[in-house]
């Protein structure tokens, strides 16, 4: 069994229920604000899973190489080695508002001092990376198959956050993304340079650096607050009813677009779908094949007030890896990367977006791509290990542009050494349904 709790403050247990589910119960007479999700308000009767646990609190269990190494550590001699147990190892420190604690322990997340600067400047990507997993894994209570860690950065020049009173323990400031070369070459620059386009495009990208190697990406927490708390989280698998094993379900349409709509105020809600919009334009732009569920989220700081769209986060070019990379959710029912009339159509019809504001949107994300394929170009030619990742995401890029946002540029020309404006064959390559995406 364990303890949950939002905001600091204990909020009921969660417990195994049968052979395979779960069962969360509220405290008697709980405040609606200490509702553990939005999808879960507080009432008298359990909420319960019949298989698996309920998705808040599947939302942030580890997944990839680093649940393996913490199932390895904590595993009993019989081998087993539950949703439950992991997140009874990771939930004191995990994205969002929720933690979780062993059902007679009080809330403690103190999590270590690790110098932001070191990370950047560390000469040695494989040792830095053993380090940091090795002492931060179990205060990593973060999804995702690519390895990435949960740490308290030094409060020095190489960040933004500040160092702030302590709620309940001394919790992480920054999320390190690692990459390992044999599986998934440059993936810290690729996705350092994606939340540059994303930057260039308008959107609200949290504070981000490149390891001076490339082999890490350090991001601020977008979830803490100037207090040191931190706000709420839920990604839209939760929104969706879903846990992390079906968040490459369902269209874009439904799952993404309607259910944004109605998880936002209606106060904010024609800005974020607009956000929303211009995100999924970025995505297609880039032929990023992994923008799943878990890679959109909404934020608010009351579980019962007004929620937003959570910055961006998990933008990659999936291309450079995966040859004619389709989508990971469908539009229209297919998997096929759009074309611009059928971005146009989305836009008109889950966006109530305009016809003009819609080619400023796709302008607009084409000269994002444009003015940074210049600092991919540089990057890669002089200082990544792996130069031909840099090519694949040029190529990629340039297809995005031309077929998706119907846009040459003669940058494109230079900078990718393909000829602008040439279009993809239409057939793409279909994803078989057992092969697993990186993020």
């Known amino acids: 069994m ?30 609606t604000a200490r509702a553990v999700s939005v999808t879960m308000p507080v009432r008298l009767a359990s909420w319960n899973a019949s298989s698996g646990l309920l998705p808040i609190f599947d939302m942030n269990l580890p997944e990839g190489g680093l649940r393996a190494r913490l199932s390895a550590r904590f595993a009993s001699s019989s081998g087993s080695f539950d949703d439950i147990d992991l ?8 994205i969002g508002r929720m933690r979780c604690s062993a059902a007679d322990a009080e809330l403690s997340d103190d999590v270590p001092f690790q110098s932001i600067d070191e990370i950047i400047k560390a000469r040695r990507g494989g040792e830095l990376s053993e380090h940091l997993l090795q002492k931060f894994a179990v205060h990593s209570g973060i999804s995702g198959m690519q390895p990435k ?116 105020e209606v106060e904010g809600r024609r800005t974020a779908l607009e956000r929303l919009f211009r995100l999924f334009v970025l995505n297609c732009a880039l032929r990023n094949g992994d923008a799943h569920l878990k890679n959109f989220g909404i934020i608010y700081d009351d ?45 008109q019809s ?39 990742i840099g090519d694949r995401m040029l190529n990629a890029w340039e297809t995005g542009i031309a077929m998706s946002l119907e846009r040459s540029d003669p940058r494109m020309l230079l900078l990718s050494g393909a000829p602008a404006g040439k279009k993809p064959p239409r057939k793409q390559k279909r994803r078989p349904k057992a092969a697993p995406k990186r993020q």
């Open 2 to 31: 364990l303890r949950v709790w939002t905001d600091s403050w204990h909020a009921g247990f969660l417990e195994r229920h049968g052979n395979r589910g779960a069962t969360f119960a509220y405290e008697p007479e709980l405040a």
């Open 87 to 94: 997140l009874a190892v990771v939930g004191r420190a995990q």
């Open 149 to 264: 860690v949960l740490v308290r950065g030094l409060p020095d020049q190489s960040s933004s956050v500040s160092e702030q009173p302590s709620h309940g323990g001394r919790r992480s400031t920054h999320i390190v993304k690692l990459w390992d070369s044999a599986e998934l070459p440059e993936l810290a620059a690729n996705e350092y340079f994606c939340l540059c386009a994303a930057r260039k495009a308008g959107l609200v990208v949290p504070g981000f650096q490149l390891s001076d190697n490339g082999h890490a990406l350090v991001i601020e927490r977008f979830d803490l607050k100037a207090d040191g708390s931190y706000r709420g989280f839920e990604d839209f698998c939760v929104l969706n009813g879903l846990t992390s094993a079906k968040k490459y379900d369902g269209g874009y349409e439904t799952r993404l677009f309607k259910r944004a709509s109605e998880f936002i």
């Open 303 to 347: 579980v019962v007030g007004p929620a937003r769209l959570a910055p961006v986060y998990d933008l990659v070019t999936t291309d450079a890896y995966i040859p004619d990379d389709p989508m990971a959710l469908t539009l229209n029912g297919s998997i096929f990367w759009p074309d611009k009339r059928a971005l146009v159509v989305l836009a």
């Open 350 to 388: 889950r966006c109530d977006i305009a016809t003009k504001e819609i080619g400023q949107i796709l302008e607009q994300t084409a000269d994002a791509l444009c003015d940074v394929m210049a600092d991919v170009k540089r990057y890669f030619s002089e200082v990544a290990a792996h130069p031909e």
